[in-house]
């Protein structure tokens, strides 16, 4: 493969390896560090590129590999992350006044259900073993196939199955158990509450009908309801949303909590 | 003596294929009582293996465990909670961990084994035994309940999980 036409592919694909990136690190800088020394190390590796997986499979694998050396220093996250984050919102009014002014004034500070959604899924995943949430997204969200996840996390494909199926039903038990969307008896409605802070006039319960995940949430099927949220995530592009910079935002002051919650309880 | 072998053999045979059907055998004696079941699985070993491994997963796939504390490691100590007696909890060390074969944890009253050899055809025959007792068996025996439904339990359980899992697309 010539530069040029690297260059070319690199372009198309650059939008998703960073999301994926952002999705599993939570971190902005992350993302966009890794997805340089992706470019470079691509680059420099480029003459050992046979065409034996596609050129989104391998970029994959490098990032993933640049992702995990990162993320295997790192404490996992809790599944009561929002509540976590949630309470730290509330006594930080610098927060929220930084929030108002990106809705206030962004083009990427509009306030979307779906991108708290998405956002929220990102956050709760991070409760996952590092495999399983790779895997859940490489999946559901990137559509690789369980083949290409192998050669992208360099593990057999039992071991992918194993991944995929214990961070699917984990995920689906956790949001089964806490989101108010699907679950009446949910404890977190933070989408409904955000949607009412940033817009008032909205009508939330009208506002949230709109999306299919909650359309479908009384027939009461979780993993229909779980591949719902993952289309969700396949639909947005957090760098690039109406929503991005109030969601990145958001993400970004999760991130900070978590890591300061993580080092007070270390054990 | 030739009689004898022929018989001995064809008992071994039958006990072997017969121990692959996911139903438990119990054999007592006055200071021991060891409970067996073993159970065909076409899966990768590699499935099973980590369905046994992960401590914290067992109580999503198995209904026989309430819940496993700690790491599923050699020489690690957990602790594990069973609907069999939902009031204890037992406290037990990995004795030994061989990826992919045999596992073994337990306490001074006993050891629970779990081995999986490859059958060869595809399917693998998973054996879970416990073997409990010692000299003082006698006076606590009858306060202990059968393991034969939990054990018959367990295996499907973990029979129905690996081979979801292998199946899945």
Redesign the interface.
């Known amino acids: 493969m010539t530069v040029e036409l690297f260059n070319q592919e690199f372009k198309g694909i650059i939008g998703q390896l960073k999301s994926y990136i952002l999705r599993i690190t939570a971190s902005i800088a992350d993302a966009e560090d890794i997805v340089h020394d992706t470019y470079l190390k691509a680059l420099d590796k480029l003459h050992t590129f046979r065409g034996d997986s596609s050129l989104k499979t391998w970029l994959f694998s490098i990032a993933s590999n640049l992702a995990k050396d990162n993320l295997r220093a790192q404490k996992r996250w809790t599944e009561n992350v929002t509540d976590i984050t949630k309470e730290a919102a509330l006594n930080n009014k610098q927060f929220f006044q930084e929030a108002m002014n990106i809705r206030m004034t962004s083009p990427h500070g509009q306030y979307e259900a779906k991108d708290h959604i998405a956002l929220c899924f990102t956050c709760i995943s991070k409760s996952l073993p590092l495999e399983q949430q790779l895997c859940v997204f490489l999946k559901e969200v990137y559509e690789f196939k369980?083949s290409e996840i192998t050669t992208i996390l360099g593990t057999?494909?039992?071991?992918v199955?194993?991944y995929?199926?214990?961070g699917r039903?984990?995920m689906i038990?956790v949001f089964e158990g806490r989101c108010a969307l699907i679950n009446k008896e949910g404890v977190c409605h933070q989408c409904s509450e955000l949607n009412g802070i940033f817009n008032p006039k909205q009508n939330t319960q009208e506002e949230l009908m709109k999306t299919d995940l909650v359309k479908e949430a009384e027939k009461g099927n979780k993993e229909h309801l779980f591949d719902l949220r993952m289309q969700i995530l396949r639909e947005i592009d957090p760098f690039k949303s109406k929503a991005s910079e109030l969601q990145l935002h958001h993400l970004e002051h999760n991130r900070q909590v978590m890591e300061k919650y993580l080092e007070k309880n270390d054990d | 003596m030739k009689y004898l072998i022929t018989i001995l053999t064809i008992t071994m045979m039958t006990t072997a294929t017969m121990a692959q059907n996911g139903k438990a055998t119990t054999v007592k004696t006055t200071f021991h009582r060891e409970t067996s079941v073993s159970i065909e699985i076409k899966a990768d070993p590699a499935i099973v293996w980590a369905l046994l491994t992960n401590a914290s997963d067992y109580p999503r796939w198995n209904s026989t465990v309430t819940s496993i504390e700690g790491n599923i490691a050699l020489g690690e100590k957990i602790k594990l909670r069973t609907t069999l007696d939902a009031k204890r909890t037992f406290k037990l060390k990995v004795k030994e961990f061989e990826s992919e074969k045999k596992l073994v944890w337990g306490d001074r009253q006993g050891n629970r084994i779990y081995a999986i050899k490859k059958n060869g055809n595809g399917t693998i025959a998973c054996s879970m035994t416990e073997k409990i007792g010692g000299p003082m068996f006698p006076m606590y025996s009858k306060k202990i309940p059968s393991f034969d439904q939990s054990f018959e339990q367990f295996a499907s359980d973990l029979k129905k999980e690996s081979e979801t899992i292998m199946s899945s697309k």
């Open positions: 369980v057999t494909e039992a071991m199955k194993y995929l199926h214990t039903s984990k038990h």
